[in-house]
């Protein structure tokens, strides 16, 4: 009867704390950066692991698209919906390192910012201040990780999920600061509506180019951060750690690479990226991610199933564990510690 009460109760505390706080607190992060206004619940669940597969489509549209309401939202058109000042039809989409610029004419304006009005909203307060939850909670991570690669603190968790996910800050940030919302589908609101583009000057246009570039660079490099210091942290040799973190950040590297050239070259529908065959790739890239991430929030909480799942090789050097305990001050070892290779000390250490 004992037991079977203690197992009860191991099981209600597992349920009330199944992942770690700051997991759940990312999770908004996901949601931000992936934002659409389709109106179907699963092309905006598909376009989020789209995201999730591929950082850089979300971040070419959070950094380089603009903060004004009427070229965030006409840049979920397709090409048909666009025109040049002697109306010609455009057989691409005019964004990124084919940026134009929208037509200065105020008739034109006047009649854009007619069915803008209709697709965008302010965001509220409450809707700000919440976008700012997984900031938070991305930030102290990066603060985490970096000082536990110093020595200057010892965290209980490994906090490699916000690090993995900080490359969605400045998404949080622009929905924070900025608010503007496209709540509605612009190939359903402005049905025959063209939308006039003009050419940009060449300082703009070199400008446009070079940011586009400088993101893609930073969507492939930037991930592999999360695995230096993921190597470097206590303790040092943990290398199923560093491998995990690494098939993340192959996966995006690879798939950043694809949305870049693709982006160079795009077509006429954002939607069918390299003619749907990317979209279908980054779709099942960002489940895929999805579910190692989970794995990763229950081996962040649970360090004893790295040895659980993945066998002997992931219990660290001897040599290293007991430089990280002179380093980080005693560390009682319990033999739970010394069966899982976690925490392995001498024969000649005493046990509790």
């Not at 999730?52 to 070419?60: K, S």
């Not at 200057?152 to 999920?161: A, G, Q, R, Y």
């Not at 190939?187 to 400008?207: I, T």
């Not at 990226?273 to 579910?291: E, H, Q, T």
Request: charged share 15%; net charge neutral; hydrophobic share 45%.
């Amino acid at each position: 009867m004992e037991q079977e009460k203690s197992s009860i109760a191991q099981l209600i505390n597992v349920l009330l704390d199944p992942i770690p706080q700051y997991v759940t607190g990312c999770l908004p992060a996901l949601l931000i950066i992936g934002e659409s206004p389709m109106n179907s619940f699963t092309k905006k669940l598909a376009w989020m692991l789209i995201c999730l597969g591929c950082p850089f489509v979300g971040l070419i549209f959070n950094l380089n698209i603009g903060s004004e309401p009427e070229s965030r939202c006409i840049y979920w058109l397709q090409a048909d919906f666009f025109t040049d000042v002697s109306g010609n039809s455009l057989n691409y989409r005019p964004f990124g390192v084919r940026s134009l610029t929208l037509s200065k004419n105020q008739k034109h304006k006047r009649t854009l910012m007619t069915y803008v009005d209709r697709c965008t909203a302010k965001a509220s307060v409450l809707e700000r201040l919440s976008s700012l939850l997984p900031a938070y909670y991305i930030i102290v991570g990066i603060l985490a990780g970096i000082s536990m690669v110093t020595e200057s603190v010892v965290c209980d968790e490994w906090p490699f999920i916000p690090l993995l996910l900080s490359w969605t800050i400045p998404a949080i940030l622009r929905r924070g600061i900025v608010g503007n919302l496209i709540v509605k589908d612009p190939n359903v609101e402005f049905k025959l509506q063209k939308v006039v583009m003009d050419q940009p000057n060449d300082d703009d246009r070199y400008h446009k180019r070079c940011t586009v570039a400088l993101t893609a660079l930073a969507s492939i490099i930037y991930p592999w951060i999360t695995v230096v210091l993921a190597y470097y942290s206590p303790p040092i040799g943990f290398f199923c750690r560093s491998k995990f973190i690494t098939v993340i950040c192959s996966i995006w590297t690879f798939n950043n690479l694809l949305g870049f050239l693709c982006h160079c070259y795009e077509g006429k529908n954002l939607f069918d990226l390299g003619k749907g065959m990317l979209r279908v790739l980054f779709f099942i890239s960002g489940f895929i991610v999805a579910i190692l991430l989970f794995v990763l929030s229950l081996l962040a909480k649970n360090n004893e199933w790295w040895v659980g799942l993945f066998g002997d090789s992931c219990g660290a050097p001897i040599s290293e564990q007991i430089r990280d305990d002179h380093r980080f001050g005693s560390k009682v070892i319990t033999p739970q510690d010394k069966q899982t290779r976690l925490i392995t000390a001498p024969e000649d250490m005493t046990y509790t």
